[in-house]
């Protein structure tokens, strides 16, 4: 579903990214763990087109994002794609963030209606019944006509993770989703996390929950100063860390 080739990043002369191969299965859930600043956020980010690559290539669904290939006096150009289609590609991607960023001013109802009427022009009452069907899945049907300042943290995330999913993305990231969470809310957006990754949901997760990692994760990632340093298996890599940095950040963490 993702795979990402020698993806290199830079910010001015600061090189976030030190190539980055990446390749997560569909239906699979990919968990990302590291210490902060390794880079983790800004993988996300470029896998979804909210940051452009210094170099590399990032094929979700087995489709080049953000570019087309051109063979010129052969030679292959990359040539950036039209907004439009970079736009459309980026509408198979699902993401959910630290902070909920829920428009304050709409219900949690119309949180979720608001881009399939207005991105993807479904009428009014189809995306209503939708976004209904969505807060019942993340265990919100009863808190609808709420405002976010009504609703807890956790349900506020519930209800961008309900408003990510109206786009019927085939790729969902998450970074970080219950770090801005007090303690006792972390585990009903694990929850339904859990149960979306039981629906066959393809997911690259950032998160420092290593309980999630082990249970729910098929891969698990580790990242420092941006370089995958080691992956596998969540177990083995929790259990026998073979490199060094990976031994110190895991036991910082556990
Ligand atoms: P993580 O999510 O692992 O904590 P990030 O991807 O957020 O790490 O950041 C990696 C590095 O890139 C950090 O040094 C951060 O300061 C830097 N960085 C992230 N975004 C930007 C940006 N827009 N401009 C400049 N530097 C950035
Ligand atoms: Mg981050």
């Given at each position: ?23 997560v ?6 968990v ?8 983790k956020?800004?993988?996300?980010r ?21 570019y ?41 109802l ?15 009452a ?14 919100l ?12 943290g ?27 969470l007090?303690?006792?809310?972390v ?50 890599v929790?259990?026998?860390p ?13």
């Open positions: 579903m993702v795979e990402a080739r020698g993806i290199h990043k830079f910010f001015g002369d600061l090189h976030v990214l030190r190539g980055v191969d990446l390749v299965p569909r239906g699979s859930v990919s990302v763990v590291g210490p902060s600043g390794s880079g956020s800004t993988l996300l470029c896998i979804n087109q909210l940051e452009e690559i210094s170099a590399g290539r990032i094929y979700v669904d087995g489709e080049l994002m953000g087309r290939e051109r063979e010129r006096n052969g030679t292959v150009e990359l040539q950036e794609l039209h907004p439009s289609v970079v736009a459309r590609q980026r509408s198979s991607i699902g993401m959910v963030f630290q902070r909920f960023n829920l428009f304050p001013h709409m219900t949690a119309a949180n979720v209606m608001e881009a399939p009427v207005h991105v993807r022009g479904l009428s009014k189809a995306a209503r019944e939708s976004a209904r069907a969505l807060l019942d899945r993340v265990g049907a009863d808190r609808a006509d709420h405002y976010p300042a009504q609703l807890s956790g349900q506020q995330q519930r209800v961008a993770i309900a408003r990510a999913l109206a786009m019927e993305p085939e790729l969902m990231l998450f970074d970080e989703p219950t770090s801005a007090d303690p006792e809310l585990g009903e957006v694990l929850g339904v996390m859990q149960d979306l990754a039981a629906s066959g949901m393809t997911m690259v997760v950032v998160t420092h929950e290593i309980g999630f990692a082990r249970e729910v994760g098929d891969h698990l990632v580790f990242m420092d100063e941006g370089v995958i340093v080691e992956s596998g298996p969540p177990r083995e929790l259990e026998n073979r490199e060094p940095r990976t031994v110190e950040f895991l036991s910082k963490v556990l």
